[in-house]
């Protein structure tokens, strides 16, 4: 079969599966199976796929339809112009948070500094300012052994296992260090809005790293009390935070003697970080 065939017969069973981005999909995995660019796939719409990719591509799109997210088939995502190797045991890195990346390595740029990673995930977020930082340590706590094996393997893709520590912990137990700058993208959604999304994230990805109690602040308030002992004088909190949370979020920032320096809007301009200092 030509690749122009398999393509069509792919994203055809996947709109059949409700999946709405069945084209772009259907390119995409094709395209990383084959190891070559989407664009070369669709500049070379004749030329034949072996019996052994179909076979390989016919098991992703099974996987695909039903509801598997292609981050999760492919083993990997892209965040900051890298791709970081990923797993259902964490989160798949968002585009929103490359917004807190991008604010704290221009505030940071050429500096040496230490940097904590609260509920690191995929450690993308640490990792991604370790690459910009070059003079730069870090560390990143999750409480998913799962999620701190993926974080090291990134880690070592990238070179930066001198640089860089991932530890087992919870929040409420580290104690250790002092930093000049903490990060979060800490789980925010309220419990009883979590049914409510998507069966992608639902059926796939780790809710409990999206799980933030009654009202989606339980998580965060840890971060900021916990920040409060283990930033350095003058040093940085960046935290993200879900929509219509910052008024609350800047609320408890300021009665735990933390001042804004800013509020970063997202694509859909709510709130996604917020930038303190203490």
Request: charged residues 20%.
């Given at each position: 079969m030509i690749i122009k065939e398999t393509i069509k017969n792919a994203s055809e069973k996947l709109k059949k599966n409700?999946?709405?981005s069945h084209l772009l999909d259907a390119e995409i995995m094709l395209s990383d199976i084959m190891s070559i660019k989407k664009e070369f796939l669709l500049l070379n719409e004749e030329k034949h796929v072996s019996q052994k990719v179909i076979n390989k591509y016919n098991k992703a799109i099974e996987r695909r339809s039903a509801n598997e997210p292609v981050a999760y088939?492919?083993?990997?995502k892209e965040f900051w112009s890298i791709?970081?190797?990923v797993n259902n045991n964490v989160l798949i890195p968002r585009p929103e948070t490359e917004l807190l990346v991008d604010e704290v390595v221009r505030q940071y740029k050429d500096k040496k500094i230490n940097i904590l990673d609260i509920g690191t995930g995929s450690g993308?977020?640490?990792?991604?300012?370790?690459?910009e930082l070059n003079f730069s340590r870090g560390v990143g706590i999750d409480i998913s052994a799962k999620a701190i094996q993926l974080a090291q393997k990134n880690a070592a893709k990238f070179k930066l296992l001198n640089r860089s520590s991932f530890r087992v912990n919870k929040i409420d137990n580290f104690n250790t260090g002092k930093y000049d700058l903490i990060v979060s993208n800490p789980p925010y959604i309220p419990e009883r809005n979590l049914k409510q999304l998507s069966k992608e994230i639902t059926h796939f990805e780790p809710l409990e790293a999206l799980n933030g109690g009654n009202d989606g602040l339980d998580l965060i308030k840890k971060v900021i009390y916990k920040s409060k002992r283990l930033l350095k004088k003058n040093g940085t909190l960046a935290i993200e935070v879900g929509n219509h949370q910052y008024r609350e979020v800047s609320n408890l920032l300021r009665l735990n003697d933390f001042r804004e320096l800013k509020k970063v809007h997202d694509y859909k301009n709510n709130v996604r970080c917020i930038i303190s200092t203490n």
């Open positions: 409700s999946i709405e088939i492919l083993g990997k791709d970081f190797s993308c977020i640490l990792i991604s300012i370790l690459k």
